[in-house]
């Protein structure tokens, strides 16, 4: 116990520190931006993916900057621009789903992470963004995915909270990096160190895929439960969407990149998109003449890695995220293990990115120290797929710096910490919403029926019937209040000339390629660049 308490010291210190600097500096905070990217699926009114093309209505999916396609053409992706109050966050993805609520009358997005009732792997649609090179090689790597992982797991749905502090933040903390750059990508790195030893947190706040339909699994059960009809469950699940069930394999579970600076990192990540996999090999780039994945290394991309968070920046046209993080550092992080909140419309509340931001104040702040092979990142590992699978377990023990501690002491430990730093946001914002919103938590440490896992079974139960039958009920409860709130004149001519503008986007790309789609590869896999050493 002294090992914990002098851990727990060491945070309070470092923390107080640095919030009594923030506090003299509001501004900072001020300007910190946010922004979502909110998956899901098309079905029909049977709750069946829609294996229809994506709406002309819509806009291109190569070129709308709100609406496009993730894996499936069937997968919607809705995207917000960055904003400096949560409140507008909301009101802008609000406003994109009443959009395609209302240009969809026949089709519903739905609004789980997890899918029911799929077609045979073989005829779920590849995403199709034209005959452009730009377009091609986004549908060329996600064949690639296909022949990887198959094509049931890439329909799993997720939301994204991406985050960006102001450069003021980073020279309050003391960081020794001589630029600014460098010191900006060792803040957020160090949050990111952070944020992976804590984001069991949200997934046992947060985690809201504790039940799968059967029809999903493909008979692959697994260690899972019967719950109702056709339904298969983990009782003290959080998120089987981030548990084992969902997407990983062999390749990616030899990638040990844990954060302990942005050079190793990348030449880890480096490494992974150059080096070839045997499996991989053995499938070829090359089928039928057609391109079949970008190459046969243990990632095609980068984008391809799988985690909860990542360092990003924004790329050029053909320019690889590799090296435009290596040349201008980090700019924001992407956190990416929240689950869709099936009770929310837009998939996620207001008091849920509050907290959010607040939870990656605190990951910023406090201390962080370095990873080793055999203490956090290992625990940090471990930890967060206890919670998934097991997360609402009385009496489950994580371990904290090689030491065993009840995960309730630990995050009402935690909530302490985070909602100093709520009480700091919600000050330099005038936003009272920030403390409410971590104290909303605390009655789901005190009794696990409160999580959203355990809500979500019990409305299972109540309902008597099957996941795929639940899930399909809320979506449609979902797209009729959206389309019942509808657009104004203004937002419906705003959208519509969005849509047609993107549509004349891509003809301009597809008429302006002067080179083949063998040479625009082979130019894109040159444009990766060796990260320097340090």
């Known amino acids: 116990m002294h090992c914990l308490t002098k851990f727990k010291g060491l945070l309070v210190s470092m923390l107080s520190t640095r919030l009594e600097r923030l506090l003299a500096r509001p501004a900072v905070l001020r300007q910190s931006l946010r922004g979502i990217e909110k998956e899901g699926l098309r079905v029909d009114q049977a709750g069946l993916l829609s294996m229809k093309a994506h709406p002309l209505a819509l806009g291109s999916a190569l070129t709308h900057p709100r609406v496009t396609t993730d894996y499936s053409e069937a997968l919607l992706e809705l995207i917000t621009g960055t904003h400096t109050t949560v409140d507008a966050l909301i009101a802008e993805i609000d406003q994109i789903h009443r959009v395609v609520a209302t240009t969809m009358p026949s089709e519903l997005m739905w609004n ?40 049931t797991m890439q329909c799993i749905a997720g939301l994204h909270y991406n985050f960006s502090f102001d450069e003021g933040l980073w020279d309050l903390l003391d960081l020794k990096q001589e630029s600014a750059q460098d010191r900006r990508s060792a803040g957020y790195i160090s949050l990111i160190r952070n944020f992976t030893r804590y984001n069991w947190l949200l997934m046992y706040l947060f985690g809201s895929s504790p039940a799968v ?12 439960e019967p719950l109702t009809p056709n339904t298969m469950y983990l009782p003290y699940a959080t998120s089987l969407r981030m548990s084992d ?27 992974a998109v150059t080096t070839p996999w045997p499996p991989y090999q053995e499938i070829g780039t090359h089928r039928n003449g057609e391109w079949i994945q ?8 980068e984008n391809e890695f799988y985690s909860s968070i990542r360092p990003k920046r924004t790329t050029g046209p ?9 040349e201008r550092g980090v700019q924001y992080i992407e956190v990416r293990c929240l689950d869709i909140d099936p009770n929310e419309s837009i998939g996620i509340s207001a008091q849920t990115a509050r907290f959010v931001d607040a939870f990656l104040l605190f990951c910023a702040l406090e201390e962080s120290p370095e990873f080793t092979d055999s203490g956090w990142c ?24 090689g030491h065993e501690i009840p995960l309730a002491e630990w995050a009402n430990d935690l909530l302490d910490h985070i909602a100093r730093c709520a009480q700091t946001f919600g000050q330099a914002l005038g936003d009272d919403h920030y403390v409410s919103a971590v104290d909303a938590q605390r009655a789901k440490v005190r009794d696990p029926q409160q999580t959203p896992s ?3 079974l019990e409305q299972l139960k109540r309902s008597g019937g099957s996941f795929h039958d639940h899930a399909l009920s809320m979506s449609k409860v979902h797209a009729e209040e959206l389309r019942k709130r509808g657009l104004t004149a203004a937002e419906l001519a705003a959208a519509q000339a969005q849509a047609t503008q993107s549509l004349l986007d891509q003809q301009a790309i597809e008429t302006s390629d002067e080179e083949s789609f063998d040479e625009y590869v082979a130019r894109f896999h040159s444009a990766l660049k060796a990260p320097h050493a340090n």
């Open 294 to 301: 970008l190459n046969t290394n243990v990632l095609q991309i």
């Open 112 to 151: 789980h992470s997890m899918p029911a009732h799929l077609p045979a792997d073989a005829d779920i649609p590849i995403a199709w963004y034209g005959t452009s090179n730009t377009g091609m090689i986004k549908h060329v790597y996600r064949r690639g995915l296909a022949a990887r992982y198959g094509k």
């Open 213 to 224: 339909s059967t029809d999903f699994l493909r008979g692959n059960v697994g260690n899972l």
């Open 245 to 271: 069930l969902g997407y990983q394999n062999k390749a990616q579970s030899g990638l040990k990149l844990c954060y302990n600076d942005l050079n190793m990192f990348l030449q880890r990540l480096y490494d």
């Open 318 to 326: 053909c320019e690889r995220p590799i090296t435009a993080l290596a």
């Open 378 to 401: 290992p625990e940090s590992a471990a930890n967060f797929a206890h919670v998934v699978k097991q997360g609402r377990q009385p009496g489950l023990l994580l371990k904290q710096n």
């Open 454 to 456: 355990a809500q979500f």
